[in-house]
């Protein structure tokens, strides 16, 4: 290309900026093109739209881009560009310092307005300080849509005197009451300016160390799973999401993490259906949204507790065996292990093992929440700051839970919800040939058949562990 036909080229592509009207939407947490609020607005007011995806390299360098969920991002990727593709457009991605490309972006494409999903986490609120003050320095605007990430915007229903909700079921209530924003459909069109340039899309393909198990993301499985969800499992939720065996859980939480599903979309088509499995299915929702409201207004309760017990907890070094055979799934405990089994291979656990590896690594082995937390951000999918944070402090015992000292027993639970055995034999190969509910208390078996089996023994005693906890607790 000589000089002459540069300078023709550059001064035709700043003549189709002047000319066309661009505004940017950011995606973040929100890899969806139906019911997106930015989206919508940002066709609404413009001529033309850069839907961009930043790879921030803030979120590598704190460690929240571990294999699986890069994996499910890539996905997530590849279907959202298919989609925006269906419709004329495409999806620009680039890589580095957010706040540096999104700006670089906005001056490509002589977009003065920015359009973005609200978050609650302390980086989101970061985020949105710094990208609004950078684009005010250049004249440019920045528009945060709420209800995007959550049904009910975090700060929406607040008690008298308080910022937020420290109990759930009185948060319900007020979160019933309100009326939810009205579902978007996904635009007909969108029209995207040509020489804004995109990073290629990232890939699963050669990424180690990925769940062998992992799903696939993207809006597509997300809508399809929903819809399936629907005809043949929302109904009975009540009676059977606990039974470990039985599968019967949405699953959605990992399209839900990464947006790929609307919760306000969910919550309406939930509550058209008049029964006891929906209505429990829209409490679960409820539950997503009560932890991002607290999320909003505690920001250090991402890594801070709550509400603190004065704990103790057995140092790192102290618990280092314990600890590696939790996140091994070796600790004698056959539910225990059978669910941190589930993590290892699929990257998701079922809600009820969720709750059993929590406690019996906080108030069986005494060990630190954030040491587990920190192992489930490492494997999950569906690895979700404000739900999973505040999780691990309501079963630990430092976060909104009434019953703060509550010890979940892995034998008993494992008879009252895998009663017949088969979640452990799924998920522990060793105890195939232990028939019925034997399969929870294997020490319980002849020696010889304990050996051959090769299942390890218990860290402990349950009833050891309840009195080290009740001690640290200053309870007995």
Known sequence: MNASTHLSTRASTEAAKASVNTSVVLFTSDLRVHDHPPLRAALAGADAVVPLFVLDRAIEDIGFAGPNRRAFLADCLADLDRRLRDRGGRLVVRGGDLVEQVCDVMADAGAADLHLAAGVSRYAHDRERRLREALAADGRRLHVHDAVITALPPGEATPAGSDHFAVFTPYFRRWSGHALRAVLGAPRTVRVPDHVHSLPLPAREGLTGLSPGLPRGGESEGRARWNAWLRDGIDRYGERHDLLA???????????????????????????????????????????????????????????????????????????????????????????????????????????????????????????????????????????????????????????????????????????????????????????????????????????????????????????????????????
């Open 246 to 476: 039985d599968d019967a859980t949405s699953k959605l939480s990992p399209h839900l993490h990464f947006g790929t599903l609307s919760p306000v979309e969910l919550v309406h088509r939930a509550r058209a259906r008049p029964t006891p499995g929906a209505e429990d299915f829209v409490r679960q929702l409820c539950w997503r949204d009560f932890h991002h409201q607290v999320l909003a207004a505690r920001p250090r309760t991402a890594t801070a507790d709550y509400r603190t017990r004065g704990d103790r907890w057995r140092s790192p070094e102290s618990a280092a065996e314990d600890i590696r055979a939790w996140r091994e799934g070796r600790t004698g405990y056959p539910v225990v292990d059978a669910a941190m089994r589930q993590l290892l291979h699929e990257g998701w656990m079922h809600n009820r093992g969720r709750l059993l590896t929590a406690s019996f690594l906080t108030k069986t082995l005494y060990v630190d929440w954030r040491v587990g937390a920190r192992h489930f951000q490492r494997l999950l999918i569906d690895g979700d700051l404000a739900n999973k944070q505040l999780n691990w402090q309501r079963i630990a015992g430092t976060g909104t839970d009434s019953r703060p000292n509550r010890v979940l027993n892995p034998v008993l639970q494992g008879k009252r919800y895998d009663p017949d055995g088969a979640y452990v034999r799924r998920w522990v190969p060793e105890l195939r040939e232990v028939r019925g509910a034997a399969v929870h208390e294997p020490w319980r078996l002849p020696a010889e058949e304990r050996a051959r089996h090769g299942y390890p023994e218990p860290l402990l005693e349950l009833a050891e562990g309840l009195r080290r906890f009740k001690r640290a607790r200053g309870l007995d």
